[in-house]
């Protein structure tokens, strides 16, 4: 795997870091900044929910820093394949459930990601 591919999946293992980051540490106070589309009067009952989708992201994350901790490297380009593809399916599937911007936050990085690592 190509140093640029390497950084790309680390760059979206640090994205999905800050999503745990605000889904399950700071949901009341960073994620009332980040998703200000959402009453205020919601984050504190919809914690919980948002916890259990920070976990996801952090599995996510984990699955991508693995892939770099390969040595193989046909292993390691099919689980940052596989973890690149669950990013995008997510933000795809957010950017048509919840907001367009999701697809340019989540699922582009991903697939870009995906490309160099099988371009290069």
Same mark, same amino acid.
């Given at each position: 795997m190509?140093? %640029?591919?390497?950084?790309l999946?680390?760059? @979206? /293992? =640090?994205?999905h &870091?800050?999503? %745990?980051y $605000?889904?399950?540490?700071a949901w009341?106070t *960073?994620?009332? #900044?980040?998703f200000k589309s959402?009453p205020?009067e919601?984050f504190?009952?919809t914690?919980?929910? /948002?916890?259990?989708q920070? =976990? !996801?992201?952090g599995f996510?994350?984990?699955? &991508? @820093? +693995?892939s770099l901790? $390969?040595s193989?490297p046909v +292993?390691s *380009?099919? @689980?940052a394949?596989?973890?690149l593809?669950? @990013?995008?399916v /997510?933000g795809?599937?957010g950017? !048509?459930?919840?907001?367009? #911007? $999701?697809? !340019?936050?989540? /699922?582009l990085?991903a697939?870009?990601?995906g $490309?160099?690592v +099988? &371009?290069?």
């Amino acid at each position: 795997m190509s140093i %640029l591919s390497q950084i790309l999946i680390a760059l @979206v /293992a =640090l994205e999905h &870091l800050y999503f %745990l980051y $605000i889904e399950m540490l700071a949901w009341e106070t *960073v994620g009332k #900044r980040t998703f200000k589309s959402m009453p205020p009067e919601l984050f504190k009952p919809t914690k919980g929910m /948002a916890a259990n989708q920070g =976990l !996801y992201n952090g599995f996510l994350a984990a699955g &991508l @820093v +693995w892939s770099l901790l $390969i040595s193989d490297p046909v +292993w390691s *380009v099919n @689980v940052a394949t596989f973890f690149l593809a669950c @990013v995008f399916v /997510a933000g795809s599937f957010g950017a !048509y459930s919840i907001s367009k #911007r $999701i697809f !340019y936050i989540q /699922a582009l990085p991903a697939l870009l990601a995906g $490309i160099c690592v +099988w &371009l290069f």
